[in-house]
């Protein structure tokens, strides 16, 4: 059974971990928090995930950041604009199960990320570093195989306005930023593509953030009841006993952002069919706390309706003698789950700044703390392979 501490260290937003330098096995731990899959924890299926990529080894918790070199630019990224009037989301559920629904299942199912952490330099401007994309395929059988890849994303201003200002600056290159006590290398080019070495055999798929382990069968009988749902991915239980012993870091684990994080990884890593999905995203959407925000532009310039629930300023720490205190961040932030506005389909989500306050204290809200996006899932008949087109101009 997991210590408290041990589960909340898990549940902590993957931008928020990570103090310092650390050992390797903690930055990879850190930085299966943040990075597209395994976001709160490397380890699945009893094996340790190996993250290649040469990012990898800097520690990921985001702060103010000073510029020092490297090479950044690209095509702006899309800022985000919200509708006024929130957007009814019945006829895009309904959407999502029709259009899923004229794609059979196949004999792999693959999945392609990208995440990306922003950092303020220097000159007062925003890029994205620590970023990195993956591409993840599982065999339906078992003993078909699973795969994981990795490739490096350079760094690069994160939205229009920052893309201006890194211009006026010269558009200095940008390979390491200031990360707290510090510094976090950033890709300064593309990496290739490389493969994770494990032994897993496939037939399965696991939703990080929960004990749930489906078989595609299993994935494709899962009940259509928004309550039995919201018991199986969105609300962890807690011990009564632990409950009693740490009270406010029970709670914390069901804080309605981490509803709304938990909902991310089931929408991200398993094969959910249409009538499920539509189901989940239904419970999600009647949560507490959690609430509809309209339409929204994602990085990769598509619109979306987002869901969200904002986290509170802080989170739960182990203090002098074990007891357990609230550590204030000065901030609090939303986190944002995004949805194709024309069928449904899971885009992915993003840690949004809601009150500027503490390293943010210069940003304005609406300001990308961090995204994992779902570039691209689905089902085929032959062994998938990663793209090479790149996900940014």
């Known amino acids: 059974m997991k210590d408290i501490m041990q589960e909340l260290a898990e549940a902590r937003p993957g931008h928020l971990s990570g103090a310092g330098r650390v050992g390797e096995e903690v930055r990879r731990s850190e930085l299966g928090r943040a990075f597209s899959q395994p976001r709160e924890a490397v380890r699945r299926r009893g094996h340790a995930r190996r993250l290649v990529p040469a990012v990898a080894a800097g520690a990921v918790a985001v702060t103010a950041a000073v ?32 259009v899923a629904a004229k794609q059979p299942m196949g004999e792999y199912w693959y999945t392609n990320q990208l995440s990306g952490l922003s950092f303020v330099v220097k000159g007062g401007y925003a890029i994205t570093c620590a970023h990195m994309e993956t591409f993840e395929w599982t065999a339906v059988k078992a003993g078909g195989g699973h795969l994981f890849y990795g490739r490096d994303l350079p760094a690069r201003p994160l939205a229009a306005e920052d893309e201006a200002a890194w211009r006026k600056a010269g558009s200095p290159s940008i390979s ?25 055999k496939g037939g399965s798929f696991f939703v990080p953030g929960t004990a749930v382990e489906l078989t595609a069968a299993e994935a494709q009988h899962l009940p259509t009841d928004p309550a039995k749902l919201t018991k199986m991915f969105l609300v962890r239980d807690v011990n009564p006993a632990r409950a009693k012993m740490d009270p406010v870091g029970s709670k914390w684990l069901n804080d309605p952002a981490h509803v709304v994080r938990n909902a991310s990884y089931a929408f991200a ?65 939303r986190e944002v789950l995004l949805f194709d506005r024309k069928t449904g389909e899971y885009l992915g989500d993003e840690a949004v700044l809601v009150k500027p306050g503490g390293r943010y204290r210069t940003r304005k809200p609406g300001f990308v703390l961090h995204y994992e996006l779902l570039r691209g899932s689905g089902w085929t008949n032959k062994k998938p392979s990663p793209p090479s087109k790149l996900p940014f101009h």
Do not use: E
Not at 176 to 200: L, R
């Open 67 to 98: 510029l020092v070199a490297g090479t950044g630019g690209g095509t702006p990224t899309p800022r985000r604009s919200t509708t006024a009037a929130p957007f009814r989301g019945d006829s895009v559920l309904l959407a999502a199960a029709d």
């Open 176 to 200: 390491q930023v200031w990360n707290t006590d510090h510094y976090t290398p950033c890709a300064t080019k593309a990496g290739s593509w490389k493969p994770d070495i494990n032994h897993d």
């Open 269 to 333: 890593n398993a094969p959910l069919p249409p009538k499920v999905r539509a189901a989940l995203m239904r419970a999600l959407a009647a949560q507490p706390g959690v609430r509809n925000l309209g339409t929204m532009t994602d990085p990769l310039g598509r619109r979306a309706i987002a869901f969200g629930a904002d986290w509170t300023d802080g989170r739960p720490d182990r203090g002098r003698g074990g007891k357990v205190v609230w550590t204030k961040f000065g901030y609090t932030y």
